[in-house]
């Protein structure tokens, strides 16, 4: 599919857990790029053999993607067309990859974008809660005090707030948003578009109690905040 002159990059949607959800447009560009950078090979290797697909693979995750950056590159100044995809969802957003489109583009090489499954977006949509104008604020830092200091840069915003968070650190995270934040109309979203696929509405006091109430926690949560009271 690489062109004589310039390769371009695709930066590629896949599902967060439902494969019915990875678009026809999605298969049709994993089929035609010559390679495909991605977090873990082993998982992107299931998904390409679930299509029936055996295609050239290169790690890049977020200990090796600057190491990598160089020679993707050069397999776009190759010509060769280039996939990027993440473990699940849309790369870049908490995902490795910005630098690369970055770096693509300042060369000259066209950088394409086949949307597809968000958490973000489907955590928004079905909490409840406004769901513009909003902040994506990705994963709070893991110790409380910059985790408490991180939520009050975003206190005065008026809006909604979007952040992921660990099975481990949500309790905490939860305790600390509201010290921080106040109380606040909140859902946490979690194993979205699986089979227990599950969100937990209140206010931030009361689905932090839902969820103490949990023998374990488990998969990766999405927690929408509504803006302040009054």
């Known amino acids: 599919m690489g062109s004589e002159t310039s390769g371009t990059l695709f930066v590629v949607a896949t599902p967060i857990g439902n494969l019915g959800d990875l678009s026809p447009r999605a298969i049709d560009t994993l089929r035609s790029v010559d390679l495909i950078a991605c977090e873990?090979?082993?998982?992107?290797?299931?998904?390409l053999a679930g299509l029936g697909l055996?295609?050239?693979?290169?790690?890049?995750?977020?200990?090796?993607?600057?190491?990598?950056?160089?020679?993707?590159?050069?397999?776009?100044?190759?010509?060769?067309?280039?996939?990027?995809v993440s473990?699940?969802?849309?790369p870049l957003v908490s995902d490795p990859g910005y630098p690369l489109v970055r770096s693509a583009l300042r060369?000259?090489?066209?950088?394409?974008?086949?949307?597809?499954?968000?958490?973000?977006?489907?955590?928004?949509?079905?909490?409840?809660?406004?769901?513009y104008p909003f902040t994506f604020l990705g994963y709070p830092p893991p110790k409380s005090g910059k985790r408490r200091n991180f939520f009050g840069r975003f206190a005065e915003l008026g809006h909604t707030l979007v952040f992921?968070?660990?099975?481990?650190?949500?309790?905490?995270?939860?305790?600390?948003?509201?010290?921080?934040?106040g109380e606040r109309?909140?859902?946490?979203?979690r194993e979205l578009t699986k089979m227990h696929e599950e969100t937990l509405r209140g206010n931030l006091g009361e689905v932090r109690r839902q969820l103490e109430k949990r023998e374990r926690i488990r998969g990766e949560l999405v927690v929408v905040v509504g803006k302040a009271y009054g």
């Open 40 to 47: 873990d090979t082993r998982r992107t290797g299931r998904l």
């Open 107 to 131: 060369q000259g090489h066209r950088v394409i974008a086949i949307p597809g499954a968000s958490s973000v977006l489907a955590a928004l949509v079905s909490s409840g809660l406004p769901p």
């Open 87 to 90: 473990d699940a969802g849309t």
């Open 54 to 84: 055996e295609k050239r693979l290169l790690s890049f995750h977020e200990h090796n993607e600057e190491a990598r950056i160089d020679r993707l590159i050069g397999e776009l100044a190759a010509g060769n067309d280039v996939a990027l």
């Open 164 to 181: 992921f968070e660990a099975p481990h650190r949500i309790l905490a995270s939860l305790e600390d948003a509201e010290e921080i934040l």
């Open 185 to 189: 109309d909140a859902a946490v979203s």
